[in-house]
């Protein structure tokens, strides 16, 4: 028996550096592939203009590096290169502009992309619970619980709007301490 107790644990800890292994190679891939997009659509749109998508791409790859204002431009870029862009599509760059803005603690300008997102697409549900993130960033909790609740409208299993709907509307429930 206590033989047998080595070889069960080089077995686990070489199963654990099997599935480390794994783990850092996928992440190394997808950076790669993201890095190698981002390199070739930066050179592409420093030479030339290019789509909508290639400036929503670029865009979106600068909102996961945290260079927010260089996203905003990029996704200003995007609504200009094709006015005939599907109104989802529309709704998906301001949408991001939203989230780019909210990132920046420039909650008004966020919920002005938001309400645009919905103004195009309104049973855009990503855009409504972003919408009601914001509101509650800005303390306006009745508003939030609106936007929640709007979600919950088109997706009614949607996690995220559920959870802030119970427990902002604990929040507004009057107390009943004398």
Known sequence: MNDNLPVAYIS???AILVFAAIYILREVIKTRRQESTFSRLQGKLKKQSGTA?????LGSLYLDKKLFVQSVSLLQKALKADKNLPLENQA???NAMGY???AQEQYDIAIR???EALKLYPEYVIALNNLG???EKKQMIVKAVESYKEALQYDPENKTANQRVKS???RLVPS???
């Open 12 to 14: 686990a800890l070489l």
């Open 53 to 57: 998508e290639e400036y929503y791409e």
């Open 92 to 94: 998906l760059i301001h």
């Open 100 to 102: 780019a803005y909210f």
């Open 113 to 115: 992309q938001y309400k």
């Open 133 to 135: 993130n914001v509101y």
């Open 168 to 170: 902002l509307e604990k």
């Open 176 to 178: 009943k301490s004398k």
